[in-house]
């Protein structure tokens, strides 16, 4: 990632480099040792930013990491600093709470599950190729229909004992492969949710860049993922239809993972948001996050869409049939002005071919 130094850069960095001509290119990269952002000038000189942006520090230019990116332009996870947070170990996390102007602005409320196994053992690669998580997003005005969607989708499970009427459903538990008429029952209700807009974050284990550290470290591998659906999620309250929104985001509850620490780690990343080439609106996200269990009708809802993405890309390739619920609802991924899917409604983490090269892809891209 380059920049020229004298337009946007942070203004300490432009006058560390001010002699060296206003078209200079510096690099990004996040130390390791302090977890301040580090440009790179192509002589070799390093300039460290502390947290404030205020000052900066000039290094020889051994000993700070290059940086690498995926191929939407966003930061690789080696970029999240030498813990699972993201954040210099020992640093204060000061959460940035949400402007009372942008509270008052209308509410998207957005649902987050996941599927596919984050493990990178050969077992775990053989069980799941891949990881995948899935935001589901309902402006406030349509909660109505989250609740119509699922309260009906339980009582078609829970028909046969009403007592369980509140019981919360599970794609892995209630729509098992062998009730393909509660699979397209449920993918059915969903496509009827006019207003609802969906976005998938697919991290494709074999081909996910080999020194990126999520291989060895679970925590960094989730963390990394939820960041890139967040961005969409912020962008997308950006660009909502009638005017910027809020979005209010509720993710399921990971066995395992430490939420504390993936909540600072967010929180470092969205601290750091103007240091980036493609600044990110995080402010549009409503902030803390939180994490919470499957009585909520969204997460739900949420987990029903990723389990409809699970089992299109655990098919064959050639198979068009494992993805035909998936495409019921394809009308309601997050597009680009001029359609574009890859990106925007759908991100892969790795080779983007893993999805791109089955036979329903034409299909979903176009709906």
Known sequence: MGRNAGETCPVAVRQSFKRMGRHTVLHL?????????????????????????TTCRSYPGKG????????????SPSCAGPSRTG???????????TPAHLGALPKLH?????????????????????????????PQEDEWQVKLTAGGLRAIVH???????????HWVEHFKAKRPDRR??????????????????????????????????????YNYTT??????????????????RLAIVRLGRVKHMDHSASASHLDYVRQGAGLT???????????????????????????????????????SPQDRACAENLLLVGHQLRRSTSGALLGYGVKVIGDYQFVTQRVWWEDWKSR
């Open 87 to 97: 954040a210099p170990k020992g640093s204060p996390m000061t959460a940035l709470r």
């Open 277 to 315: 080439s493609f600044p990110v609106p995080w402010a549009l996200i409503s902030w803390p996050l939180t994490w919470e269990n499957t009585q909520r009708d969204g997460i739900q809802l949420a987990d029903i869409h990723a389990g409809m993405l699970n089992c299109a890309l655990s098919g």
């Open 227 to 244: 960041r890139l659906l967040l961005e969409r999620v912020a962008y997308t309250a950006r660009e909502w239809p009638g005017g910027r």
């Open 159 to 169: 028909g046969a004992q009403p007592q369980e009427i509140l019981k919360p459903i």
């Open 64 to 75: 700070h990491e290059r940086r690498s990116s995926d191929r939407s332009g966003t930061s």
């Open 184 to 221: 397209r029952q449920a993918a059915q209700a969903l496509a009827l949710m006019p207003s609802a807009r969906v976005i998938h974050v697919i991290a494709h284990k074999d081909t996910v860049n080999a020194d990126a550290g999520m291989r060895q470290d679970g925590g960094l591998f």
């Open 110 to 138: 957005v649902y987050v599950d996941e599927t596919g196994d984050r493990g990178f053992s050969a077992a775990s690669r053989r069980q799941s190729p891949f990881f995948a998580m899935t935001a589901l997003i309902v």
């Open 29 to 53: 990269s996040i130390s390791r040792r302090t977890g301040h952002p580090v440009y790179r000038h192509p002589t070799g000189r390093v300039t460290e930013v502390d947290r404030t942006v």
